[in-house]
């Protein structure tokens, strides 16, 4: 078994020559709308103002030939799922102003969130850092995942492509909160997926797909342990 952690960049599958696959790997495109954000938040946050529009005119240029067979994004889709405002309401439009762009992408999007996906962005006076807020992660979730077709099943998911006489299997992880512990229900039902995954596909290659890269937590040693072959390589960007 070949196990790959993937996290910046492989541009096809069928690394010896012979058949192949051609993809597009993304990252960190960090789309906002900052209407209405608390000012100190917006401007924190503003030189991230024009990635949308930059993301746009990069999926028109994914729609020329030769086109690739999919583009997997690895995290940090929004730069935030929340923001404060400077009064009343958080201004919750991560998803919304992300949802209009991705579907514009001439082939299928396979989605990974990261950490920003699902936080939100607090201003507290006095306090001149940014706050990062994950109790708004089960919600993000939720939102992303009646948003992006390749999140409908779940945040963390498996797909195939084969090259040649080789199976590739992208097992997607959902590791954005970097303080997922072990034992948390929702880390622990991943680590279960991700074993049942290995053990479903002992003869392909396996590409695991995260956007943060595991590290010498004790969550990573868990994921490290469920790939019983070990990694024959690790990018990582996030």
């Known amino acids: 078994m070949r196990i790959a952690v993937l996290l910046l960049a492989i541009a096809s599958l069928g690394w010896a020559a012979g058949p192949a696959v051609d993809f597009i790997q993304i990252t960190d495109?960090?789309?906002?709308d900052l209407a209405g954000v608390h000012p100190a938040l917006v401007k924190a946050r503003e030189h991230f103002a024009k990635t949308g529009a930059a993301f746009e005119r990069y999926l028109e240029g994914v729609a020329k030939p030769p086109r690739p067979a999919f583009l997997l994004h690895t995290g940090d889709i929004a730069d935030a799922y929340c923001f404060d405002r400077?009064?009343?309401?958080?201004?919750?439009?991560?998803?919304?102003?992300?949802?209009?762009?991705?579907?514009?992408?001439?082939?299928?999007?396979?989605?990974?969130?990261?950490?920003h996906d699902i936080q939100a962005y607090r201003h507290k006076d006095g306090n001149p850092r940014l706050i990062a807020d994950h109790s708004v992660a089960p919600r993000a979730r939720a939102e992303w995942s009646k948003a992006a077709k390749s999140l409908r099943n779940g945040t963390y998911y498996s797909f195939k492509r084969r090259a040649g006489n080789t199976s590739y299997i992208f097992l997607v992880l959902d590791n954005g909160e970097r303080s997922l512990a072990k034992d948390s229900a929702f880390s622990a039902g991943q680590l279960a997926w991700l074993k049942r995954q290995v053990?479903?596909?002992?003869?392909?290659?396996?590409?695991?797909?995260?956007?943060?890269?595991?590290?010498?937590?004790?969550?990573?040693?868990?994921?490290?342990?469920?790939?019983?072959?070990?990694?024959?390589?690790?990018?990582?960007?996030?």
């Open 199 to 238: 053990a479903a596909n002992p003869k392909a290659a396996l590409i695991l797909v995260m956007h943060v890269p595991l590290g010498d937590d004790a969550y990573s040693g868990e994921l490290k342990s469920a790939l019983a072959n070990g990694l024959s390589m690790q990018v990582g960007y996030s």
């Open 86 to 115: 400077a009064a009343g309401p958080e201004v919750c439009r991560g998803v919304e102003r992300s949802k209009p762009i991705l579907k514009r992408s001439p082939v299928p999007v396979y989605l990974t969130l990261g950490n």
């Open 29 to 32: 495109t960090h789309v906002v």
